[in-house]
């Protein structure tokens, strides 16, 4: 979270409930492919952030007119570091529950590991093993947002056409 960014705020959505994004938020989960399998970075949010003590992946406010591609780079260059190029867009999934908010959720692939705890938001950063990921304490959004961003890790690489 930056301090005097458009999107900061809270808001009552369409819905009733309060969420944190002017514009909406969005999140990264990055990816690399390992010998042994994809690994995923998790962060573990801390106690001054909203639900600490769980893992999920770095995001945050959208700016005014930022897209959700863009903010989750930038939300993560504060909270975890810059994503090492090159990296690929492998999909996203949306959450929306109102029809005026919604979080969503970028895959990105890298080339290497990367990240370390950048701001009082993040307090490790994890890779892990897809089948590790249910083991740990998950903020309840990324845990249901997970076989989804599963999902699209899991998905075979489209052939060059």
Do not use: K
């Not at 895959?107 to 892990?128: I, K, M, Q, R, Y």
């Amino acid at each position: 979270m930056s301090v005097g960014r458009s999107g900061d705020g809270f808001v009552r959505c369409s819905d009733g409930h309060v969420r944190w994004g002017r514009f909406g938020a969005s999140g990264v989960l990055f990816v690399i492919e390992t010998p042994g399998g994809a690994h995923v970075m998790l962060q573990l949010r801390s106690g001054f952030a909203h639900e600490g003590g769980t893992w999920s992946c770095a995001g945050g406010a959208l700016d005014e007119g930022e897209s959700a591609y863009e903010g989750a780079l930038r939300e993560a260059s504060e909270e975890v570091g810059n994503a090492p190029h090159p990296h690929r867009l492998l999909g996203e999934y949306v959450f929306a529950p109102a029809s005026d908010w919604s979080y969503t959720t970028v895959v990105v692939e890298v080339p290497h590991p990367f990240g370390e705890s950048l701001n009082f938001e993040t307090d490790a950063v994890a890779w892990a093993a897809l089948d590790d990921v249910d083991r740990r304490p998950l903020h309840p959004g990324f845990a249901a947002a997970w076989p989804h961003l599963r999902a699209i890790i899991e998905q075979p690489a489209s052939s060059p056409v």
